[in-house]
């Protein structure tokens, strides 16, 4: 049994994350322990490289990874491994807001270069996000936010180019942000 136990982990740690995190979703156990033993140590160090407080860091992992498991039914991640790293800073983050620990000096740069690295991805994915859901907005009111938001268009100019009233186009607008709005909801 713990042959057959030990072959599916090695199995699943071919998957990709989006896969994996698909399977946690379902409740699948070896699928969790297989995310756990991909980014674990590396979670650690990152933290460690920062707050050089073994204990401190240790339960930060464990606390970041039972997050994942008790609230794997709620949450949407499209990227797991930048979810999990800045995870992984917002906890340190809170620690030293905390005054649990403090930060070691020469690691503050590095903390803002992760930052950065960090927020492009979830830019891109933001970008991406937008371009989705706008396209999946119906024809003229996508065609009214495009006009407003992208191409910098009054509503007084849409509405001349459109043939339309300045109020459709305002109330095609407001449909378009809520929409919009419910999406990157989701996404936060």
Known sequence: ??????????HYCHYTDESLFSKVK???????ECIYNRYSANLFYSAY???RHEELCEDMVQEL?????NKKHILTIHALKP?????MRNKVLMALRKRKVTLDIS???ELQSHARADDSIYLSEIGDLLREQTARLPKQ?????QLSRQDQFSNKEIAEQL??????IENQITIALHRLRGAFKAFF
């Open 65 to 69: 990874f039972i997050d994942l498991w």
């Open 83 to 87: 979810y999990l790293y800045t995870a």
């Open 107 to 109: 690691a503050a740069a």
């Open 26 to 32: 379902s409740g699948d156990e070896k699928a969790f």
């Open 141 to 145: 009111c996508r065609r009214i936010f």
């Open 49 to 51: 490289k920062l707050l």
């Open 1 to 10: 049994m713990a042959i057959n136990n030990l072959s599916t982990v090695v």
């Open 163 to 168: 043939n339309l009233s300045v109020s459709t």
